[in-house]
């Protein structure tokens, strides 16, 4: 029962944040939604320990979606030259995979994902 909650989780995951990407910019990449079905697991697995607050789930959530992003967009933009997204322009970039503006506004998408995904555990745990 837990691998299909986990299943569940990642392709909510994968779809949500595709579809945010499709939204935002008009276009996303198969390999985001690989990324957005990963976090949503970890944000998943996160929100539903007992000792852990939003506040300590979203700093995580950030500190993880961040690192996620750096590996990712290396292997996406710099080794498969895909050019997937491009930081490059935005201030304190690293090799224009990660900015601390996205950051903080990774910090901020944990904060509905850490709703959704206690919903979530509420509902498969009746």
Same mark, same amino acid.
């Given at each position: 029962?837990?691998?299909?909650?986990?299943?569940?989780?990642?392709?909510?995951?994968?779809?949500?944040?595709?579809?945010?990407? =499709?939204?935002?910019?008009?276009?996303?990449?198969?390999?985001?939604?690989?990324?957005?079905?990963? =976090?949503?697991?970890?944000? *998943?697995?996160?929100? !539903?320990?007992?000792?852990?607050?939003? @506040?300590?789930? %979203?700093?995580?959530?950030?500190?993880? @979606?961040?690192?996620?992003? #750096?590996?990712?967009?290396?292997? $996406? !933009?710099?080794?498969? $030259?895909?050019?997937?997204?491009? *930081?490059?322009?935005? +201030?304190? !970039? @690293?090799?224009?995979?990660? %900015? +601390?503006?996205?950051?903080?506004?990774?910090?901020?998408? %944990? @904060? +509905?994902?850490? #709703?959704?995904?206690?919903?979530?555990?509420?509902?498969?745990?009746?």
């Amino acid at each position: 029962m837990k691998y299909s909650r986990y299943l569940f989780v990642f392709l909510m995951g994968f779809f949500i944040y595709s579809f945010l990407e =499709v939204a935002g910019r008009g276009y996303t990449h198969w390999t985001m939604g690989l990324t957005g079905g990963i =976090v949503l697991m970890v944000i *998943y697995t996160l929100s !539903n320990r007992p000792a852990t607050s939003l @506040i300590k789930t %979203c700093l995580t959530g950030a500190a993880f @979606i961040t690192c996620l992003e #750096f590996a990712v967009g290396v292997f $996406d !933009n710099i080794i498969m $030259d895909w050019h997937v997204w491009d *930081y490059s322009g935005l +201030p304190m !970039n @690293i090799l224009g995979q990660i %900015c +601390p503006l996205f950051s903080m506004l990774w910090f901020m998408l %944990c @904060i +509905p994902a850490y #709703f959704l995904c206690r919903g979530i555990h509420r509902r498969f745990s009746r």
